[in-house]
């Protein structure tokens, strides 16, 4: 759940990324050079349009797919000797919030030094103000972001990069918006991510009055969907709500790690920030206690604050996600 900006002008997005291409690619991995490239290639409805692979960790690339409208980027962090170590890695999917996007977790968290000397690839991509779903109504073209990263990203991947192609070899993990697409992620695709983690992302989408499902619509009509929405408006696609609604699939979450951070004190004077975290600690409580009631193990964190990504709590995180995970070899 995260503040509202002005909407962004669909027209122009996609013809602007793509003349940004080489300036992402350089933020993202630095200063591309030939002869460094893998062997990463089209495929699962993906076509490469542009790509920075520069022999260090971070690499970028940017895809045509008929499931989105403007050509959508990822970010893939690699472990440090991947190139040389011949082995394979298990997956972490890490989901950015709203208002964000794939370079978000590299420019503004650290992540490079965050993960470094893990056994662990990180990928991280773009999802606009999707709310990881195929809306139900969209008047900028497609944006099937849930078809994206599920049915062609997480593939693609598994294709062009040394990873455990299984339930083991992968967890989901995100903040705000994306903490809420992981844990519908690891609910609705039961099999894919063994290890998921929420860092003050909503659990309950139907409580308060159903206030996440109006934030969701809301925000995703301003920023992506130029007047679409989500889950319908003014009627809600009920079937879809509930399929979405971590709270309502708690036996999803047997057999899996599952991790949750939250902030008590968000700021009262920043209306965002108080609203954001004041619902995600209340949905987040009430879906530990359904959790609880069904004898699913659970590591839980309320700690001071608001409605940001702390570094200390994912590298907890991080370090129970591997200690679940497959272990690189």
């Known amino acids: 759940m995260d503040a509202l ?40 409805g993906l076509r490469i349009v542009d790509r920075n692979e520069n022999g260090g960790r971070l690499q970028y690339y940017r895809f045509a797919t008929d499931e989105i409208a403007w050509d959508p980027a990822v970010n893939i962090l690699l472990p ?6 011949g082995k394979r ?19 503004q968290d650290n992540i490079i030094n965050l993960t470094a000397w893990r056994d662990l690839i990180v990928v991280m991509p773009d999802a606009s103000t999707g709310w990881y779903s195929n809306p139900v109504s969209t008047n900028s073209g ?9 049915g062609q990203l997480l593939p693609w991947v598994d294709a062009n990069f040394r990873t455990y192609a299984e339930y083991n070899g992968r967890a989901v993990a995100g903040f705000s918006m994306g903490g809420f697409g992981a844990l519908k992620y690891a609910a609705k695709y039961y099999g894919h991510f063994c290890s998921v983690s929420s860092h003050s992302g909503p659990a309950s989408l139907r409580r308060d009055g159903g206030l996440v499902v109006h934030w969701a619509n809301t925000t995703s009509a301003a920023v992506e969907l130029a007047g679409g929405s989500v889950y319908g408006v003014p009627f809600w696609d009920e079937a879809r709500v509930s399929a979405d609604n971590p709270i309502q699939r708690i036996p999803s ?18 209306w965002f920030d108080y609203v954001n975290e004041t619902q995600v600690l ?40 591997l200690g679940r995970l497959r272990r690189a070899a």
């Open 253 to 270: 979450y047997y057999n899996k790690r599952v991790f949750l951070a939250a902030g008590t004190s968000p700021d009262p004077v920043n």
């Open 142 to 150: 497609p944006r099937n972001w849930e078809t994206f990263h599920i």
């Open 80 to 85: 440090d000797g991947y190139h040389h170590s």
């Open 5 to 44: 900006s002005k909407p962004r002008s669909t027209v122009t997005r996609r013809h602007f990324l793509a003349g940004l291409g080489a300036t992402a690619g350089a933020l993202a991995g630095g200063l591309g050079f030939p002869g460094a490239a893998q062997a990463a290639g089209d495929g699962f």
């Open 89 to 107: 890695y298990p997956v972490l999917y890490l989901l950015h919030g709203g208002n964000a996007d794939f370079r978000t977790f590299h420019l």
């Open 282 to 321: 209340a949905g987040q409580r009430e879906f530990r206690g359904e959790l609880g009631r069904a004898g699913i193990p659970h590591e839980w964190h309320e700690v001071p604050g608001g409605h940001y990504f702390r570094h200390e709590l994912f590298v907890q995180d991080l370090n129970g996600m």
